[in-house]
Structure formats: structure tokens, C-alpha cells
T-cell receptor, first 111, second 113 residues
Framework: SQQGEEDPQALSIQEGENATMNCSYK?????LQWYRQNSGRGLVHLILIRSNEREKHSGRLRVTLDTSKKSSSLLITASRAADTASYFC???????????FGKGTMLLVSP | DAGVIQSPRHEVTEMGQEVTLRCKPI?????LFWYRQTMMRGLELLIYFNNNVPIDDSGMPEDRFSAKMPNASFSTLKIQPSEPRDSAVYFCASLRDSNNEQFFGPGTRLTVL
């Protein structure tokens, strides 16, 4: 079964706007990670947030984690057409780096 | 660094045939993962190796699937006999223990007719 569930399933915005994607999960975790997948390609790691962290930044990315609500959000600021991709959250609940992925959010950024 | 290398990139075969997918992890990475991605089920972990030893194969769907890692630089995922429902994109990923970031290969798109 899927540990992470992303919301929304699809998101369409204009260049320059911010994009927010949410992820909910079911069990306790060691860390939560966000990955990006361009069409027909492998996944690329974006950012990792550990269970004792609440917020993390990387360039135009901002990730929050609320372990009490078992949820995370990924914010992409000032989006670009090149950000068009599917975004997945993945949880590490075992401590052995085995990840459970959600089904992803498809983001379309129009010029 | 060349990244994780997978071959073939595309495979089309007929039901009942044996399929072998190959993966070369990033040098120095000592964990390797095989995933399967479909529209219906998303991305599923099939098996996880650490230092060439299978640690968790609970995601392997059935006995038709087997995976090996004979050395630190090579792994195979074999399906025998293949069935149409095995059609999917199969990804290999590797990881250095000190860093939880997984590096994914480009995937093998398998079509079983």
C-alpha cells in the first residue's frame, strides 16, 4: 500500500506563480524526501527533511513537515516552465533507507 | 560520474519469454534498489540489497521474479516466464549509506505482449 499520498493529483499554473504540493502519510517516519520525475526519465532527488526538522529550504524549494499531522508540503516559488514534471514524496519508515513513494502530483507550468 | 546505468532502455518480448534487466550502480554506493512503476500502482519497491546482500525482497511479486547482485558494480532482475501484467518501467537506484539520497537510473521500459 502507498505510504505517501500527494495532493493534488495534478496542478496547472502560470510561470512565475508558486506551486504547493502536499503529502500525507500513515506511519512514523525517519525522514521524508521529495523527488521529481520528468516524463520518461528517472527520479531526481530534490530535498530530504528529517523527522526532527520542521522546515527546510533549497533554492526555490521550501519543504515543511508536521509529524503530528503526518503531512508535508513542497512549495516551489517563482515557477518556471522547466519545473513541469511529476513530484513524489517518499517516506523512510524503517531507518534502512527503503522508501515508500506516493503516486505523485503532476505539475504543469505554462509559459 | 556516469550515474546509475540500466540496460536495456526498452525491451519488448512475448509472454512466456525470459527477461533480464541489468543495473550498474554508482561506484562507491553500497545499497541498491529495484523499483517497478505503473500507472495503476505507482512506484513500488521490489528488492533492496546492501553490500551485495538481499535485505528486503518482500516487494517481489512472485517466484517468477528473481534478483541477484554478484558484485558491488552489477545487479540483475530476471522475470521468467514473463506475463503481460509485468509490463512496466523498472528502475534501479543506488545509495551511499552515509547519505539517504537515492540516485535513480533512467529505467527500462518493459512491454510483454
Amino acid at each position: 500500500s502507498q505510504q505517501g499520498e500527494e495532493d493534488p493529483q495534478a496542478l496547472s499554473i502560470q510561470e512565475g506563480e508558486n506551486a504547493t504540493m502536499n503529502c500525507s502519510y500513515k506511519t512514523s517516519i525517519n525522514n521524508l524526501q521529495w523527488y521529481r520525475q520528468n516524463s520518461g526519465r528517472g527520479l531526481v532527488h530534490l530535498i530530504l527533511i528529517r523527522s526532527n526538522e520542521r522546515e527546510k529550504h533549497s533554492g526555490r524549494l521550501r519543504v515543511t513537515l508536521d509529524t503530528s499531522k503526518k503531512s508535508s508540503s513542497l512549495l516551489i516559488t517563482a515557477s518556471r516552465a522547466a519545473d513541469t514534471a511529476s513530484y513524489f514524496c517518499a517516506t523512510d519508515a524503517t531507518g534502512y533507507s527503503t522508501l515508500t513513494f506516493g503516486k505523485g502530483t503532476m505539475l504543469l507550468v505554462s509559459p | 560520474d556516469a550515474g546509475v546505468i540500466q540496460s536495456p532502455r526498452h525491451e519488448v518480448t512475448e509472454m512466456g519469454q525470459e527477461v533480464t534487466l541489468r543495473c550498474k550502480p554508482i561506484s562507491g554506493h553500497n545499497s541498491l534498489f529495484w523499483y517497478r512503476q505503473t500507472m495503476m500502482r505507482g512506484l513500488e519497491l521490489l528488492i533492496y540489497f546492501n553490500n551485495n546482500v538481499p535485505i528486503d525482497d518482500s516487494g517481489m511479486p512472485e517466484d517468477r521474479f528473481s534478483a541477484k547482485m554478484p558484485n558491488a558494480s552489477f545487479s540483475t532482475l530476471k522475470i521468467q516466464p514473463s506475463e503481460p501484467r509485468d509490463s512496466a518501467v523498472y528502475f534501479c537506484a543506488s545509495l551511499r549509506d552515509s547519505n539517504n539520497e537515492q540516485f535513480f537510473g533512467p529505467g527500462t521500459r518493459l512491454t510483454v505482449l
